[in-house]
């Protein structure tokens, strides 16, 4: 069993944009934190992916961590390391995390999304039963079924029409008989995988089905990482393409700070077998022209985009994350999201009254 002196996590993904913030919030909480990451980030989607500036930042701003070089496809690898480190908690987040990426490299996309979680899986199962895993999902799991629940076009987003919805997505949903994209599908292994660990081996772990999650430390590129590159676009005036669905496709955004709040909480008192949906919900959700709008009052920037008829295999139409099972673990009063305090500054600046 690890040493009770300082705790230690293991933070897969330790330099992008979750697994940074993961590192970070617990750092402030005095746990030594030891991180992986090969930078394969920048294989992925190239330069602009890169995540080497990252943890150089993680290396020089705080004194417990330590940075490890490996690749979670390698097995031998990860069980030697997780051995040897033995930690009281591990949240994985390193991942092939594009949607449309996948298609174009299947073999590294299901090694990495699947094996290498069963590669993390089984190698903190040979260490210990009661270490906590939180392992980051995805709303790509449900593939394109929330676009068989009834919408209604309003001027600038799409909606739910069926009442049954009025909160979002639950994590009852289903997750079979439907288009996930290949990345879904290696995501959707992952995460029933995470779950056997948790049913069968009594483990608590942890899928955490992301909706946009989004925050300073994010690389963004076109294919992953929604308002970062639409920040980024904005801010060097580069035509963004929008894809199918008129632009009123709405995704529910959270900040960083809060899925690393979040985790920690579960961690502090973990179960077996969980799955939260984690996303901003109703309030915080925006379509891709409303995006548009506020990043553009708040820049001052027009936005310039095209308009494609294409719409991105298996995307959502509408999709919002049912917060109400999160809460369930999180204070009265701490429930107000950045996210949501960020759009509210912003719709002020919109409309003053
Ligand atoms: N960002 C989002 O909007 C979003 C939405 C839903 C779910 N998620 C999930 O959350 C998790 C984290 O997403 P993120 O946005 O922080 O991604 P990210 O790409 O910013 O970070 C992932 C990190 O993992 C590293 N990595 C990738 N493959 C690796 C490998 N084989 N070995 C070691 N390191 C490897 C990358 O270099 C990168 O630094 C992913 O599982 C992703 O699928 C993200």
Known sequence: ???????????????????SEVCTHF????????????????TFFGPQG????????LESTLANF???????????????????????????????????????IPFDDFDTNA???????????????????????????????????PLVELETRWEYKDSAY?????????????????????????????????????????????GCLTGPSHSGVELHGFLSYLVKANKAKKQYTVFGYKGKQVRDNIHSQDVA??????????REAAVYNIGGGKANSCSILEAFDMVAHATGIPMDFIYSDTARAGDHICY????????????????????????????????PR
């Open 1 to 19: 069993m690890p040493s009770m002196s300082r705790k230690t996590i293991f933070v897969t993904g330790s330099s992008g944009l979750i697994g």
């Open 27 to 42: 750092h402030a909480q005095g746990w030594h934190v030891h991180g992986v990451d090969n930078n394969q980030r920048a």
């Open 50 to 57: 890169d995540t080497r500036w990252n943890q150089q930042r």
């Open 66 to 104: 330590t940075h490890h070089e490996l690749d979670i496809r390698n097995r031998d690898g990860v069980l030697a390391l997780i051995a040897d480190v033995a930690p009281h908690a591990i949240v994985h987040t390193a991942a092939q995390p594009s949607h449309d990426r996948a298609a174009a």
């Open 115 to 149: 094996v290498g979680t069963l590669n993390l899986l089984e190698a903190l199962r040979q260490v210990s039963l009661e270490t906590p895993f939180v392992h980051m999902s995805t709303n790509k799991v449900y593939g394109d079924l929330p676009n068989t629940i």
């Open 166 to 210: 009025e909160h979002g997505i639950p994590e009852t949903f289903g997750i079979d008989h439907s288009k996930h994209s290949l990345f879904g599908a290696s995501k959707v292994a992952a995460d029933v995988m995470v779950q056997e660990y948790g049913r069968y081996f009594g483990m608590p772990t942890c899928c955490l089905r992301g």
């Open 261 to 270: 709040a979040f985790i920690a909480r579960f961690i502090d008192s973990p």
């Open 320 to 351: 919002y994350s049912d917060l109400r099972k999160c809460r369930l673990i999180i204070p009265a009063g701490n429930q107000r999201c950045r996210w949501q305090r960020l759009s509210s500054r912003l719709r002020r600046r919109h409309d």
